[in-house]
């Protein structure tokens, strides 16, 4: 609609110069017939300009741009969540199987870090859940750290569910035992990593508000 105005526009006006000037001026006159002749010329040309095809086109062609633009957007907001969404259904199950292992071993010390692991978990995932776009940040986490991580403790609750004793099933499980406090460390230092950026956000906030504070004197006590 717009471009058929830019083009049809023009005419229009310099047809009404016509109309109009046929009602007042005897147009049988070369001098009242080449006036009006030059006048419809005129508002043909700077209509033309006004409403310029060209200029039309590039306003149509800004928007739909911006209509994309806008429509990639929300397709990567759909995608980031969808990811997202997956990653926090994994880790789901993965805190599930957290507890079977947790209810399988009697061990008091081994049980709380499992807890602990378990809590951290859902403290990462609950990131995640707020912040889709990080999904891809703990991919290592949720693709090897923890699935290996019940990989051992499932191999320690089968091992302390066995009657039989031996070498090796001890020094199993005493290696299992032994990493947990690690396990439980990486885990810390995975939900630690996610908040990253806001720390240093916050970091440069806070340098701001201190350089703002000098600057207008309200950092100083009043005597």
């Known amino acids: 609609m717009h471009i058929i ?9 310099g047809a009404g110069c016509w109309a109009v000037g046929a009602a007042f001026l ?13 006048v419809s010329v005129v508002v043909y040309v700077l209509s033309l300009k006004a409403f310029a095809p060209q200029k039309v086109v590039q306003k149509v062609e800004a ?3 911006k209509a994309v633009a806008k429509d990639g957007q929300s397709n990567r907001k759909a995608e980031l969540k969808q990811k997202a969404d997956e990653v926090i259904e994994i880790g789901r199950r ?5 507890k079977t292992a947790d209810n399988l071993i009697e061990d008091a010390d081994i049980s709380a870090q499992i807890v602990k692991m378990g809590e951290i978990s859902k403290k990462i995932f609950e990131v995640v859940r707020r912040e889709p776009e990080k999904a891809s940040e703990i ?24 009657i039989l004793k031996g070498a090796n099933i001890d020094r199993v499980k005493e ?16 939900l630690d990593r996610l908040y990253a950026n ?5 970091d440069s906030e806070i340098d701001v508000l201190e350089a703002m504070m000098k600057k207008d004197g309200f950092d100083k006590n009043k005597a």
């Open 94 to 98: 993965y805190i599930e199987r957290l």
């Open 175 to 190: 290696s299992v035992a032994a990493i947990t406090d690690k396990i439980v460390l990486a885990f810390e230092n995975q």
């Open 5 to 13: 105005r830019g083009v049809i526009l023009p005419i229009f006006l």
């Open 63 to 65: 928007k739909e741009k």
């Open 26 to 38: 005897p147009l049988s006159t070369v001098v009242h017939f080449a006036a009006l002749t030059g």
């Open 198 to 202: 806001e720390a240093l956000d916050i």
């Open 139 to 162: 991919r290592k986490f949720i693709n090897y750290y923890f699935p290996t991580t019940i990989k051992l403790l499932q191999s320690y609750a089968d091992m302390d569910e066995t």
